[in-house]
């Protein structure tokens, strides 16, 4: 079975600093799909980013940006830039490839990330 | 845009009470799953569904079941809710393709007293 975790359960930054979240994983697949997620106050879980693990470039959307280490099994998240709209519970999740197009998210027990002003 | 939509935001229960939580989603996704989240655990998945009437036990499928007679909309049932069940639940679906990310709905904070 696939585990996932994140070692940091809170962090604070202060607006307009860059942070880094960390997730490290364990599974003996080669190919499979690595998530973030966010949930801000509302509970409405919002995906961040995504990345294929037979992709060596890391993914990137807007200030948003992943480092993935393959062989180190990490898979961490980088804000740059960050904005109070930032403050959310972070979620890091793995997807291993199944027949049929029925895979399913593996979680991580979150960061809350708080964003200082 | 996927909208997921669940039922109930808040609901208070009795012990030993039957459940219903209901989940309906728009956009013809053949995946749907029910997660319960609870603080320094994150999501842990209890049942999925690929199609209709299939189902999957997840991690945590004891003291659940599962109805799904229509593609659209999935149903997890607490056949005696007890107090351990007090919880945030979260349904999402996604499309039967690999790589396709969740959709979520915006939970059911459900209490059992």
């Known amino acids: 079975a696939q585990t996932v975790t994140q070692s940091q359960p809170e962090m604070s930054v202060q607006e307009a600093e860059t942070v880094t979240l960390s997730c490290t994983y364990d599974?003996?697949?080669?190919?499979?799909?690595l998530f973030w997620y966010k949930q801000p106050p509302s509970r409405q879980m919002i995906l961040v980013i995504r990345?294929?693990?037979?992709?060596?470039q890391n993914a990137t959307e807007n200030r948003f940006s992943v480092n993935f280490q393959k062989a180190a099994k990490s898979f961490s998240l980088k804000i740059s830039d960050s904005q109070l709209g930032d403050t959310a519970m972070y979620f890091c999740?793995?997807?291993?490839?199944?027949?049929?197009?029925?895979?399913?998210?593996?979680f991580g027990t979150g960061t809350r990330l708080t964003i200082i002003p | 845009d996927v909208k997921v939509t669940q039922s109930s935001r808040y609901l208070v229960k009795r012990t030993g009470e039957k459940v219903f939580l209901e989940c309906v989603q728009d956009?013809?996704?053949?995946?749907m799953f029910w997660y319960r989240q609870d603080p320094g655990l994150g999501l842990r998945l209890i049942y999925f569904?690929?199609?209709?009437?299939?189902?999957e036990k997840g991690d945590i499928p004891e003291g659940y079941s599962v109805s799904r007679e229509k593609k659209e909309r999935f149903s997890l049932i607490l056949e005696s809710a007890s107090t351990n069940q007090t919880s945030m639940y979260l349904c999402?679906?996604?499309?039967?393709?690999?790589?396709?990310?969740?959709?979520f709905g915006n939970g059911t904070r459900l209490t059992v007293t």
């Open positions: 999402a679906s996604s499309k039967g393709q690999p790589n396709s990310p969740l959709h």
């Open positions: 599974t003996s697949e080669n190919n499979y799909y």
């Open positions: 990345q294929e693990a037979y992709k060596q």
């Open positions: 999740a793995f997807m291993k490839p199944a027949n049929f197009g029925n895979e399913k998210l593996t």
């Open positions: 956009m013809d996704h053949e995946n």
């Open positions: 569904s690929y199609d209709v009437k299939m189902k």
